[in-house]
């Protein structure tokens, strides 16, 4: 694993010469420096066409919709694995659950039927409790720092805990934080919530975070969701901007509370045996790739809440905000709780708290 870790170090380090090029107004720079506007744009341009006459088109899968980001970041992480394997590998997406649901996705990739995977780590976490230190509560204020963090040592430790599960963790890809969506009540913190059943992504962390401020939950993955929530079986559910407008749940869903309670990571997952069979420089090639994708994700995402809302307002949907401080019980038996499960939480809250 070590091998990989340093790629990560090799790959941060291509990044920040990238940004420093940028702002330096300079275009010389090889390695990981990209025209991130130009490839995205072309990404869409071309579709999702694999290119058939690579020499390897690996396999990608995906729980959201084409019109999400991560969708999106994966055109993107296809175009540079294109251009920067001279046109030898290629990448077919499976998006929208095509495949399963996220728990299957995993054991696809762990047995090496499926090449990558952007998996919630929500989902990660019911596999490696350490990924739960992702959904503390009020852990991160932006998506940009969320972001960063992604590069942090306590970060990277997380990601090598996939080590000896056939997987490995090379990357964090962000969408919009987590919000709050109920079917026809306005609530408005903890105290309202006792007596409704919320959906939350199946994850221990998750349940607990609800379970605390007084509400019922259900674990469903989100393509579940938009029937349950029409069929009366929940009240609401834990969701993101990005996923309610993708999914349509402003069809069925009344009320919107921005909390920003969670950021949202899914974790770029590759087949242990699909990274073996490259070489060192095709590693660094798919690295390379993802950390473009990375930021291609997080930076578009973050200039797009306003956009979003107003979308969602415009389908119908009172949206309002809830402020950190009616959660601030939960935020604290949280850290109680996950901190001392797993030294790697601990750390990682601590670091980023
Ligand atoms: C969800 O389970 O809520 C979810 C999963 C992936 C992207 C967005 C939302």
């Avoid at 690996?58 to 694995?81: C, D, G, P, Y």
């Amino acid at each position: 694993m070590k091998k990989y870790k340093s790629l990560f170090y090799t790959m941060t380090l291509a990044g920040l010469m990238s940004v420093m090029a940028a702002c330096g107004g300079s275009d010389e720079e090889a390695g990981s420096e990209v025209d991130e506007e130009a490839t995205a744009d072309e990404a869409s341009d071309e579709g999702s066409e694999p290119d058939q006459d690579a020499e390897e088109v690996f396999s990608l899968t995906l729980i959201t919709e084409e019109s999400h980001m991560w969708h999106q970041a994966a055109l993107v992480f296809q175009e540079e694995l294109e251009e920067r394997s001279d046109g030898r590998f290629s990448l077919e997406t499976y998006p929208a659950g095509q495949l399963g649901s996220e728990a299957d996705m995993l054991q696809q990739i762990e047995s090496g039927s499926i090449d990558f995977g952007f998996i919630t780590a929500a989902e990660v976490s019911s596999r490696e409790e350490a990924f739960s230190a992702w959904l503390a509560p009020y852990l991160f204020e932006t998506i940009e720092e969320a972001h960063e963090a992604r590069q942090s040592e306590e970060a990277i430790d997380i990601l090598d805990t996939l080590e000896g599960s056939n997987m490995l963790g090379l990357d964090y890809l962000f969408a919009g934080q987590r919000m709050m969506l109920f079917a026809d009540e306005e609530v408005t913190g903890a105290e309202d919530m006792s007596g409704l059943t919320l959906r939350v992504t199946p994850s221990p962390a998750m349940l607990h975070f609800y379970n605390s401020a007084g509400a019922s939950t259900e674990g469903m993955p989100l393509t579940e969701v938009y029937s349950a929530v029409q069929q009366g079986v929940i009240d609401g559910m834990d969701m993101d901007l990005d996923a309610t407008i993708t999914n349509n749940f402003a069809e069925v869903v009344d009320y919107g509370a921005v909390t920003n309670h969670m950021v949202w990571p899914s974790v770029a997952i590759v087949s242990e045996q699909t990274m073996e069979g490259l070489s060192e420089e095709d590693q660094q090639i798919v690295q390379d790739s993802l950390e473009v994708a990375a930021d291609y994700s997080a930076e578009t995402r973050a200039a797009q809440e306003e956009e979003f809302i107003e979308e969602l307002e415009d389908q119908g949907m009172e949206m309002y905000e809830i402020d950190q401080e009616a959660f601030e019980d939960q935020i604290e038996d949280f850290d109680e709780e996950f901190a001392p499960q797993d030294p790697l939480i601990e750390s990682f809250i601590n670091a980023h708290r």
